[in-house]
């Protein structure tokens, strides 16, 4: 029985440690976290959210984090993590560098939306509906409470709104431009997005 209080207390020791020195050890940033906050961004966790025109959203699975971008005008940008730190190209970098017009055939509802649609992505939580959904962040201070996002078949994403508002010139936040890895192949990024 002594044998057993000495082992258990042994036992006890050893986990108190452990949690303690897991306490002190802080997160260290991601390469990808330190290119974002290097690049003047704001690293935001978000996760999905459906039916955000609702009392009651339903948080979905997962989370994600993204790079925001916020001008002195107060225009943002989002983008995700990974899409901002790819060395090889992305559909949502694609998207931002062609800079193809809208041409808002059958939009009916938000022109980010439609326009992510046109290219190939979506923001859409349950498709066409009311519900609404988009990614949340916990950070009560953050303006954008709710992001649309466009995702791209690669995984990709970026903000619809600040694609969107490139498509017509405007630079929303910060011009990705200048800080996406991925540098702009023009003539590669035209040629996967133009009209057929």
């Known amino acids: 029985?002594?044998?057993l209080k000495t082992l258990f207390a042994v036992s006890t020791g050893m986990l108190l440690l452990l949690a303690s020195a897991t306490a002190q050890t802080p997160v260290?940033?991601?390469?990808?976290?330190?290119?974002?906050?290097?690049?003047?961004?704001q690293v935001v966790a978000r996760v999905p959210y459906y039916g955000t025109n609702n009392p009651n959203?339903?948080?979905?699975?997962?989370?994600?984090?993204?790079?925001?971008?916020?001008?002195?005008?107060?225009?943002?940008?989002h983008v995700l993590?990974?899409?901002?730190?790819?060395?090889?190209?992305?559909?949502?970098a694609l998207a931002y560098y062609a800079q193809v017009p809208?041409?808002?055939?059958?939009?009916?509802?938000?022109?980010?939306s439609c326009y992510c649609s046109q290219l190939g992505g979506t923001d859409l939580f349950g498709g066409k509906n009311?519900?609404?959904?988009?990614?949340v962040t916990s950070d009560p201070n953050n303006v954008d409470q709710t992001l649309?996002?466009?995702?791209?078949?690669?995984?990709?994403?970026?903000?619809?709104?600040?694609?969107?508002y490139h498509s017509a010139g405007i630079i929303r936040g910060r011009n990705l431009k200048?800080?996406?890895?991925?540098?702009?192949?023009?003539?590669?990024?035209?040629?996967?997005f133009t009209k057929r």
């Not at 730190?85 to 949502?92: G, N, Q, S, V």
Request: hydrophobic share 35%.
């Open 130 to 135: 009311l519900a609404g959904g988009g990614w």
């Open 57 to 77: 959203p339903l948080r979905l699975a997962g989370s994600h984090k993204f790079c925001q971008f916020t001008s002195r005008d107060g225009s943002r940008i």
């Open 28 to 41: 260290k940033a991601s390469p990808a976290e330190t290119y974002c906050t290097q690049h003047n961004g």
């Open 1 to 3: 029985m002594r044998m």
């Open 148 to 164: 649309e996002a466009c995702v791209f078949p690669d995984l990709s994403i970026i903000d619809s709104w600040g694609l969107t």
């Open 102 to 112: 809208f041409d808002g055939t059958g939009c009916f509802g938000n022109p980010g």
């Open 81 to 92: 993590l990974s899409t901002l730190y790819a060395k090889d190209p992305t559909l949502a």
């Open 178 to 192: 200048k800080v996406l890895r991925y540098k702009d192949p023009f003539a590669t990024a035209s040629a996967v």
